[in-house]
């Protein structure tokens, strides 16, 4: 934008709201010439807000970044250093890169957030962090197609069911998955990005039965090259992730649910940068079955979460890999609770919390 069309235009007006209908400082008749004055003044015009939710939430957020303030002393060279992070924070945003979820990732929030709005529900699948690297304009996939172009990476294929709580299949769940390259990059990393790659979305079948060839997951770094990356070398911290894939689905009537499935094995999963592992998100490896023969309606050995070396021709021709005859089988159950059981769950979480 020129800076003529940045000049301001006319008069300058307010936002139309008047001075709050009561006096302000609170504590003295004087001007907020303390700091305590100064906390208990912004605290007071949080009262203002007219929905309660906001006013609670931003009561909170005030107390707590005051208090921050006040106990660690913070100096005007050290809270402008905080402000230029920030700013370069969002700077290095764009439409396919998300500073800021990856600052909230390495910090734990996002984690916490997501821990605290997706209680547990029986023996339904966990969720877990969406990550910086979800995009919009994933391809629509058909059940045995693949989400990796060729060259990608070491073949694997994907299958499961989407079921209910109660083991019932929920037929037409929208399935979207996505995951980084052999490289550890995932597409939307390369400059030269033009099309989408390694992600797709697909639908499960009437039976609630998906698969998808797809590609074994890498441990990566995360991008390093911003005010993120620069963070976690000044804290000590490595930028490390274990291999992981992607997965976000919805059916109607039911909790969305945002996971990601860990092969076991990796030695970053006790220390993922984002916080994203969780115990019943990590994927068994088991010795190889030749040839595959899975108990009938049963998606996974014993009930659990597998992934399998295979190396039989007719397994990887009829999951159509185009080369070789070795792959891994990734079996994983997606089970969704309800938005009602979703709703219960919290609410009983925050009557345990009360």
């Known amino acids: 934008m020129s800076a003529q069309a940045q000049a301001p235009q006319g008069v300058a007006k307010s936002n139309g709201i008047p001075p709050p209908p009561f006096e302000l400082p609170v504590l003295t008749s004087g001007l907020p010439d303390r700091p305590e004055i100064i906390t208990d003044n912004l605290l007071k015009l949080t009262e203002l807000a007219p929905n309660p939710r906001t006013r609670f939430i931003f009561r909170n957020l005030i107390s707590k970044l005051h208090e921050f303030v006040n106990e660690t002393d913070i100096t005007t060279e050290e809270w402008m250093n905080t402000i230029t992070f920030l700013t370069r924070t969002g700077q290095t945003c764009t439409p396919i890169r998300q500073e800021f979820i990856l600052l909230s990732d390495v910090l734990g929030v996002s984690a916490l957030v997501d821990a605290l709005n997706n209680p547990l529900v029986g023996n339904s699948t966990e969720s877990t962090v969406l990550g910086p690297f979800f995009t919009e304009d994933a391809p629509d996939v058909a059940n045995g197609d693949s989400i990796a172009s060729e060259g990608k990476g070491e073949y694997m294929y994907v299958e499961g069911r989407v079921l209910t709580t109660e083991g019932n299949p929920i037929p037409h769940a929208i399935i979207e998955t996505w995951e980084t390259d052999a490289n550890g990059f995932y597409d939307t990393q390369y400059a030269d990005r033009a099309q989408p790659?390694?992600?797709?979305?697909?639908?499960?079948?009437?039976?609630?039965?998906?698969?998808?060839?797809?590609?074994?997951?890498?441990?990566?770094?995360?991008?390093?090259?911003?005010?993120?990356?620069?963070?976690?070398?000044?804290?000590?911290?490595?930028?490390?992730?274990?291999?992981?894939?992607?997965?976000?689905?919805?059916?109607?009537?039911?909790?969305?649910?945002?996971?990601?499935?860990?092969?076991?094995?990796?030695?970053?999963?006790?220390?993922?940068?984002?916080?994203?592992?969780?115990?019943?998100?990590?994927?068994?490896?088991?010795?190889?079955?030749?040839?595959?023969?899975?108990?009938?309606?049963?998606?996974?050995?014993?009930?659990?979460?597998?992934?399998?070396?295979?190396?039989?021709d007719t397994e990887a021709r009829k999951r159509g890999f185009p080369q070789g005859k070795k792959f891994k089988l990734l079996q994983f159950d997606l089970i969704l609770v309800t938005e009602a059981q979703s709703a219960a769950a919290r609410a009983q979480q925050a009557r345990e919390a009360a």
Do not use: W
Request: hydrophobic letters at 35%.
């Open 197 to 312: 790659d390694c992600r797709g979305r697909l639908r499960s079948g009437p039976d609630g039965k998906f698969g998808y060839r797809a590609v074994v997951p890498v441990p990566y770094p995360i991008p390093g090259d911003g005010p993120v990356g620069e963070l976690l070398t000044h804290l000590g911290r490595h930028n490390m992730r274990p291999n992981h894939l992607h997965m976000m689905v919805e059916a109607p009537g039911f909790k969305k649910l945002t996971t990601a499935l860990y092969p076991d094995g990796d030695p970053f999963i006790p220390s993922d940068a984002v916080f994203g592992v969780k115990k019943s998100l990590v994927v068994v490896r088991i010795s190889p079955l030749l040839p595959i023969s899975l108990p009938p309606g049963l998606t996974s050995c014993c009930g659990a979460q597998n992934l399998t070396d295979v190396d039989d």
